[in-house]
């Protein structure tokens, strides 16, 4: 019963930014984790980063120090800021939610590196 909705990708240069939006159809308060995934061409589905209910973040050792996951529990909405994106950081961005028990995905968002 949670719809999650990704915005915000687009193409990027190789170094540069972009921000990607989670919303959420419903309060998030109550969802303990939630958290970024990413699916290239002929890969599977990896965790990128999750959030917490009290904050606390995890990263995937290849986006440390350039990305940074957060949520705004009153917006109902989980960010991720991708900085100095790189060709590999390519991919069809997931939001995910772990919700009585259950995984929830958005459609996801395309993101696309130039070099």
């Known amino acids: 019963q949670v719809q999650l909705v990704e915005s915000g990708g687009g193409l990027a240069q190789d170094g540069g930014s972009l921000r990607l939006s989670c919303a959420a159809s419903?309060?998030?308060?109550?969802?303990?984790?939630m958290g970024w995934y990413r699916q290239a061409p002929g890969k599977q589905r990896d965790l990128v980063a999750t959030v917490t209910r009290s904050g606390s973040t995890k990263y995937v050792d290849s986006v440390k120090g350039r990305f940074t996951i957060s949520r705004d529990n009153a917006k109902n909405t989980v960010y991720l800021q991708m900085n100095s994106l790189k060709p590999e950081d390519a991919a069809v961005y997931y939001c995910n939610a772990e919700y009585l028990g259950s995984p929830y995905w958005g459609k996801g968002t395309l993101v696309t590196v130039s070099s």
């Open positions: 419903a309060t998030i308060f109550s969802i303990n984790t």
